[in-house]
């Protein structure tokens, strides 16, 4: 990477703006300041988020003098060496605002689909979060192959046809979600890149290949047999059970008339197993999973039951919230192992 650009740019004026950009992500945060004099100064990024981290409740004094910011706090004082502002790239301009839908539900969708999302850069397009807007309605879904995860919400669109469709990178999107959830978050998307704007803060990011699979088609199989289980109690049991599980090795579960037994274990560390209560139609079924791949669908539930779709131990199973008047909002598909 190009020195400058880990740098943060400070610019003091009527507030303080902070700035961030690697050619590839921009983010800019203003927040109240008093400003004794107006200037800027470049400084280095991630240790300068080190110390902020670390310092004490209490006011924070920046000046800068000679080749140094001079940062205060408390008795606590750093002096920092800055690097030349004429060097930091200029943020590009945030495209057109295509909608805006609040904050804690974008954190909460961005939260749920994530975690599908690879994290090898090998195939780019699987790292990233496909974003599909329709009018009102707005779908994300990512996949590493071996797991899809979708979440559909409405929103706020700034016209009533507006239809885009594009690839942002999945941990983007998480870091936008976890800083931009406090209000609204107006979404902007033109020119291969998305803006996300709230409360001062704003992030661009440059966005991937729009080629994605037809993930639709596989989140809505027929399926012959269902189990509604309380999704704490199980969840809590397969943590508990995987404790025993070798690396890579499967969680077992048997779902019969009235419970699921989960099963992990028997090789040299050890075995488990725990009964938590389900409610089963169709027939008995033995399925086995990889245990986190379970638990990222898990826990992405909002309701308290999850319906776990199954079909046979070979297949994939789909997870999703017990439906009621309306399709459920997050359905998760995980691939089943083979078990030993």
């Known amino acids: 990477m190009v020195p400058v650009l880990s740098g943060l740019l400070l610019e003091a004026g009527e507030e303080l703006t902070l700035s961030a950009f690697d050619y590839d992500v921009s983010a800019r945060a203003t927040i109240d300041a008093d400003v004794a004099e107006e200037g800027t100064v470049l400084i280095p990024g991630r240790l300068l988020a080190e110390i902020s981290r670390s310092l004490p409740a209490d006011d924070v004094e920046i000046v800068t003098e000679g080749p140094e910011a001079v940062l205060t706090c408390g008795s ?10 004429e060097d930091f790239p200029t943020l590009p301009a ?3 605002v295509v909608g805006a839908v609040g904050g804690g539900v974008f954190a909460s969708a961005v939260g749920q689909v994530a975690p599908a999302a690879s994290r090898d850069d090998t195939l780019p397009m699987l790292t990233g979060i496909r974003v599909d807007i329709d009018g009102e309605s707005v779908a994300m879904a990512a996949t590493d192959r071996y797991r899809i995860a979708a979440r559909d919400f409405t929103w706020r669109p700034a016209t009533p046809d507006v239809s885009v469709s594009a690839m942002v990178p999945a941990r983007v999107l998480v870091e936008v979600a976890k800083s931009l959830r406090g209000g609204e978050v107006a979404v902007a998307m033109g020119d291969g890149v998305a803006g996300f704007e709230s409360v001062g803060r704003s992030t661009t990011v440059r966005l991937l290949d729009e080629q994605f699979i037809d993930y639709r088609s596989r989140l809505s199989s027929d399926w012959s047999i269902r189990a509604d289980v309380a999704v704490g109690p199980f969840v809590n049991a397969i943590k508990r059970v995987a404790l025993v599980a070798e690396r890579n090795t499967a969680i077992r579960l048997s779902f019969t008339q009235g419970q699921v037994l989960i099963q992990a274990g028997g090789g040299d560390v050890g075995r488990g197993t725990e009964v938590v209560p389900c409610e089963l139609r169709g027939d008995d079924i033995q399925i ?7 638990l990222d669908g898990l826990v992405g539930i909002e309701g308290e039951l999850a319906r776990i779709n199954l079909e046979s131990p070979t297949r994939p199973a789909l997870i999703q919230d017990v439906p009621g008047d309306a399709q459920p909002a997050f359905r998760y598909l995980v691939m089943s192992l083979r078990q030993s």
Do not use: D, K, R
């Not at 606590?76 to 502002?85: K, N, Q, R, S, Y």
């Open 76 to 85: 606590a004082e750093f002096g920092l060496v800055t690097m030349p502002v």
């Open 94 to 96: 945030m495209p057109p």
């Open 288 to 294: 086995a999973f990889q245990s986190q791949f379970l």
